[in-house]
């Protein structure tokens, strides 16, 4: 089973970007993989996908704003956000769709404040 780790969060100003990654243990080429966040007093919720072959979904909420890629070569996705607001401000997760379903096993995730 693949385990994922998350970092690249921090504080950052309204309208600004980060970029976060999703480190895996092993090979993601065949995997949809996800990004997710769960924000203070909130469900988590899905940010959106990326296909094996890169395809991407996201939620409208942040449609045009962040872009999810990956690089199968470094086991590794990414998600870059820009045009922060602080309603972003979240823990931000991200998954892997394996064995028909998405892993019950959550990391510890990475924590993103959209702040002055």
């Not at 990654?21 to 899905?46: D, H, M, N, T, V």
């Not at 769709?97 to 990475?110: A, L, P, R, V």
């Amino acid at each position: 089973q693949v385990h994922l780790v998350e970092s690249g969060g921090g504080l950052v100003q309204p309208g600004g970007s980060l970029r976060l990654s999703c480190a895996a243990s092993g090979s993601i080429s065949s995997f949809l993989l996800g990004w997710y966040r769960q924000a203070p007093g909130k469900q988590r919720e899905l940010v959106g996908v990326i296909g094996r072959a890169g395809s991407t979904n996201y939620a409208d909420l942040v449609k045009g704003r962040f872009t999810i890629s990956r690089d199968n070569a470094k086991n590794t996705m990414y998600l870059q956000l820009n045009s922060l607001n602080p309603e972003d401000t979240a823990v931000y997760y991200c998954n892997i769709f394996q064995g028909g379903t998405w892993s019950s096993s959550w990391g510890q995730g990475t924590q993103v404040t959209v702040s002055s």
